[in-house]
């Protein structure tokens, strides 16, 4: 639920009126990047957007009864530390969004959703974390989705809850800059962390 509301607030937050730089002063230090201290910068305007009747929420990305630990965007990057990150590119057409009444979801979906995520982890290519703003870029236009107006969705998953140093600022400025405003940061799950020993 977190990361659901975490995403919404991000995309909102991005679309305000401000500067790119008070945006991203706001939710990116320039140093030491914390992916606690962001989940709580977070929560903090979604709680401020929720509070004010005027703004609109758009719709979910996720189905709130999936497990948030596994969610992954278009691509995914997994990032040890300032050197060694990995990444993953789903290559599958983004599913349609329908509204309306859904399906019982059953335990069997669930474990059926982190096995499915699991293979495609196990896809993951090892690069430098460096390599982040080019593969980036390489995958500008289909991440931005200029076409349809639907952004897709970069996450990332951390192995540790801090990142030294200005990597994690500089990696968001150049999204930001180049039309890439939908983004999941989280920490890596149990999975994932196996995967990159």
Known sequence: ???????????????CS?????????????NNFSVSAFQKKL?????????NDSLK?????????????????????LILDNNTSYYVLDTLIPPILMCGNRPDFSKQDSLNFIKKNNKF???????????IVKILKQNQKLVANKEYNSPL???????????????????????????????????MNEYEIMKTK
Do not use: W
Request: some cysteine.
């Open 43 to 51: 929560d903090s305007l979604n709680k401020n957007y929720a509070e």
């Open 57 to 77: 929420i758009p719709l979910e990305k996720y189905d709130k009864r999936l497990n948030q630990n596994y969610l992954h965007g278009k691509l995914h990057f």
């Open 153 to 187: 969705n970069v996450s990332f998953g951390f192995k540790n809850d801090t990142l030294s140093g200005t990597t994690m600022y500089n990696i968001i400025n150049f999204m930001e800059d180049n039309g890439m405003k939908s983004y999941t940061i989280r920490r």
């Open 1 to 15: 639920m977190k990361l659901i509301i975490s995403l919404i607030t991000l995309f909102l937050f991005c679309s």
């Open 18 to 30: 401000k500067t790119k730089n008070e945006e991203n002063k706001l939710l990116i230090p320039k």
């Open 121 to 131: 982890i196990d896809l993951l290519q090892p690069i430098k974390t460096f390599e």
